[in-house]
């Protein structure tokens, strides 16, 4: 990856769309996924009023996560490390909202993260609360960080399912191409929340898929925080399925080309009193056949913050017969 021209980063929000799949994978047989989650959560909130959103990567010294708290006015993000995924030493807060820019004072968290050529990319929201935008910051050492002057990702044109704002991206690579799975927010009052999709090869130039959105439940129930990954011919996403009373759980779906999902109708449920209300925003990592899972809870059916939230851990099991 290299930096592009300020330019080229001002262009990356005018609504460049085009026509794409991930490459093909061959399907087959679907496993049947049995979810094991921690009974206590591996980051607790602590001083702040809310941590969720983790984002995990395996970096050269183990585990890396990058994730949000709420202080009770502003969201960050916070840096964490494991050697195994369940005993995390927080490192504080390394990201924060600059007011005096496109972001604003009230988030620069809700992120995802990847790590390649020695240095972490970081794609977060920001901008105003209700019209959030997607930019990216990038570090050598998930400390000090570099970020683009303006967002890499911004809401559609007028009427678009999108046009209100994006947010919650997870991004991904497959091959020469980055692609970030998002949520889209419409013009409705309040929005309806759909997950779409965009492709890049620098991760600062992004273009949306033309067709829309990737998944969406209508009616039924808003849509947040795709999580994505590949195994066993299929791509998979856990995305969170918000109730009309604020109430969330994640659900399961498959694809063999990454645009084109269906929902297993799969619900992972909350299990335990600490997240008795809320299960969201999860980041999955897949090594050696074996599907790690973080995500948030929460004990209070708060829309965006106060919920008690805290970071759980857990696994995605595939059920024998």
Same mark, same amino acid.
């Given at each position: 990856m290299k930096w592009l021209s300020l330019a080229c980063v001002f262009? *990356?929000?005018?609504? &460049?769309y085009a026509d794409f799949t991930l490459p093909q994978l061959p399907g087959g047989p679907r496993p049947v996924y049995i979810f094991a989650e921690d009974p206590s959560p591996v980051i607790a909130n602590g001083n702040f009023t809310d941590v969720l959103n983790p984002s995990v =990567?395996?970096? *050269? +010294? +183990? /585990? =890396?996560?990058?994730?949000s708290v709420f202080d009770g006015r502003t969201w960050h993000t916070a840096l964490a490390t494991s050697s195994d995924g369940s005993r995390w030493q927080p490192q504080g807060i390394v990201l924060s909202p600059q007011p005096s820019t496109w972001e604003g004072s009230y988030i620069a968290a809700n992120g995802s993260a990847l790590f390649e050529e020695s240095r972490y990319w970081y794609w977060y929201q920001a901008g105003p609360r209700q019209e959030p935008r997607l930019g990216l910051a990038v570090s050598s050492d998930g400390r000090t960080w570099r970020?683009? %002057? *303006? %967002?890499?990702?911004e809401g559609g044109p007028y009427m678009s399912w999108d046009e209100r704002g994006v947010a919650d991206p997870y991004v991904i690579r497959?091959? +020469? $191409?980055?692609?970030m799975y998002y949520t889209g927010l419409d013009r409705a009052r309040p929005p309806h929340q &759909?997950?779409?999709i965009a492709r890049s090869t620098d991760g600062i130039y992004w273009k949306k898929l033309r067709s829309?959105?990737?998944?969406?439940?209508g009616n039924e129930a808003n849509l947040g925080e795709p999580a994505v990954?590949?195994?066993?011919?299929?791509?998979?996403? /856990?995305?969170? =399925?918000? $109730? &009309?009373?604020?109430?969330?759980?994640?659900?399961?779906?498959?694809?063999?080309?990454?645009v084109h999902w269906t929902p297993l109708r799969q619900a992972f449920r909350p299990r335990s009193a600490w997240d008795s209300e809320v299960l969201c925003d999860p980041s999955v990592l897949e090594e050696n056949g074996r599907?790690? =899972?973080?995500?948030?809870?929460?004990?209070?059916?708060?829309?965006?913050? $106060?919920?008690?939230?805290q970071i759980g851990h857990g696994r995605l099991i595939q059920k024998s017969y």
């Amino acid at each position: 990856m290299k930096w592009l021209s300020l330019a080229c980063v001002f262009l *990356a929000g005018c609504g &460049r769309y085009a026509d794409f799949t991930l490459p093909q994978l061959p399907g087959g047989p679907r496993p049947v996924y049995i979810f094991a989650e921690d009974p206590s959560p591996v980051i607790a909130n602590g001083n702040f009023t809310d941590v969720l959103n983790p984002s995990v =990567v395996r970096a *050269a +010294g +183990g /585990l =890396v996560n990058l994730y949000s708290v709420f202080d009770g006015r502003t969201w960050h993000t916070a840096l964490a490390t494991s050697s195994d995924g369940s005993r995390w030493q927080p490192q504080g807060i390394v990201l924060s909202p600059q007011p005096s820019t496109w972001e604003g004072s009230y988030i620069a968290a809700n992120g995802s993260a990847l790590f390649e050529e020695s240095r972490y990319w970081y794609w977060y929201q920001a901008g105003p609360r209700q019209e959030p935008r997607l930019g990216l910051a990038v570090s050598s050492d998930g400390r000090t960080w570099r970020k683009q %002057p *303006a %967002p890499v990702v911004e809401g559609g044109p007028y009427m678009s399912w999108d046009e209100r704002g994006v947010a919650d991206p997870y991004v991904i690579r497959f091959g +020469g $191409n980055l692609y970030m799975y998002y949520t889209g927010l419409d013009r409705a009052r309040p929005p309806h929340q &759909r997950i779409g999709i965009a492709r890049s090869t620098d991760g600062i130039y992004w273009k949306k898929l033309r067709s829309g959105p990737v998944l969406d439940f209508g009616n039924e129930a808003n849509l947040g925080e795709p999580a994505v990954w590949s195994s066993s011919g299929h791509y998979w996403m /856990l995305v969170t =399925v918000r $109730n &009309r009373d604020e109430t969330r759980y994640l659900e399961l779906a498959d694809s063999t080309d990454g645009v084109h999902w269906t929902p297993l109708r799969q619900a992972f449920r909350p299990r335990s009193a600490w997240d008795s209300e809320v299960l969201c925003d999860p980041s999955v990592l897949e090594e050696n056949g074996r599907v790690e =899972v973080w995500f948030g809870g929460g004990d209070r059916p708060s829309p965006d913050e $106060n919920l008690h939230g805290q970071i759980g851990h857990g696994r995605l099991i595939q059920k024998s017969y």
